[in-house]
Each structure stands twice: as C-alpha cells, then as structure tokens.
C-alpha cells in the first residue's frame, strides 16, 4: 500500500510529466513552423517519452493500491525563440524535473518505502540521460554558432531519432 504522502507527491510527479509532455508538443510545433523538422522529430520523441514517464507514474499508483488524482496541466508558450534558446529551456527544464524526481525519491526514503525508492532509480536514471541528450545538442548548437549550413546539418541528424519504449521489465 502506498502512503497518502507519498501517493500525493506521485501525483503532483504525473502533473509535472504531462506539463513536460505539452511544453515538448509545443516546442515540436514551433520548430515545425520554423522549417526546422529535425529538431521538431527530436522533440515529439521527448513528448513520446515524457507521456510514457506519466503513464508509468499512473500505473504505479493503481498497483500499489492509491487513487490516482490527475491535476490541471498548464499551458506551455507558444515562442521560443532561436534554436540555441530552444534547447537552453529544454536543458533548464530537465534539470527542474530532475529536482523534482530528487525530491520525490526523497519522500520515498521519509516514507521508509522500499519499492517506490526502487522504482523511483529508473527516473533517476532517465534524467541523468535526458539532461546529458539535451547538453549535447545544446553544446553542437552553441559550437555552429549563425552557420546556417551546420543547423541544416544537425537538423537532419535529429531527424534520425526514433521513440523507443522501455523494455518490458522497467515497467
């Protein structure tokens, strides 16, 4: 049975997944209206992967027996500017979700809860990753600086990437 703090905290945790989910839609959209369809595929596989990260929050509740209470998500901007600003918010984002999962696992280990601080390592994991993803598309931006031939270049590469779900046993 899962703790009525720790079950509130995951809750706030799915608001915060979906709020991340709808700003990477966004940012999609954005760089899609801007011509930019390498950079919109790498952002809608984040949108693929933030959702993924709510519904793992979700079904954790409902298995350990807590009543999931889904909150209002805020709408994200609309404009974000050059692709180099882009991408600064994506890493200052991940880094605020980062703290947010810190915190979270931190209620788990007050809670004395074993399996969710078990559960909770996947997130902690996963942020290392994204943190270190948006860093280095960050970083290429920052060295292509106004080339316009090195942003078409790091457009197509992002266009390879692909949504992969996690393995069936990281559930």
């Not at 709510?54 to 889904?70: H, N, S």
Request: hydrophobic share 40%.
């Amino acid at each position: 049975m899962i703790t009525a703090k720790l079950q509130k905290a995951i809750n706030h945790q799915i608001q915060a997944e979906m709020y991340s989910a709808n700003l990477y839609l966004a940012m999609s959209g954005y760089c899609m209206s801007k011509n930019l369809k390498g950079f919109a595929n790498w952002l809608r596989v984040q949108y693929q992967e933030e959702t993924m990260h709510a519904l793992k929050f979700v079904d954790y509740i409902l298995e350990r027996g807590g009543e999931l209470d889904l909150k209002v998500i805020d709408a994200p901007p609309a404009e974000f500017g050059k692709p180099v600003e882009v991408f600064e918010q994506i890493l200052a984002h991940e880094e605020h979700v980062t703290s947010l999962i810190n915190k979270l696992y931190e209620v788990a280990v007050e809670e004395k809860d074993v399996a969710a601080q078990i559960f909770l390592q996947w997130f902690v994991t996963e942020q290392v990753e994204e943190e270190a993803s948006a860093s280095e598309v960050l970083e290429q931006l920052r060295m292509i600086g106004d080339k316009n031939s090195g942003l078409f270049y790091l457009d197509k590469e992002l266009a390879t990437r692909t949504y992969q779900p996690p393995a069936a046993n990281t559930k």
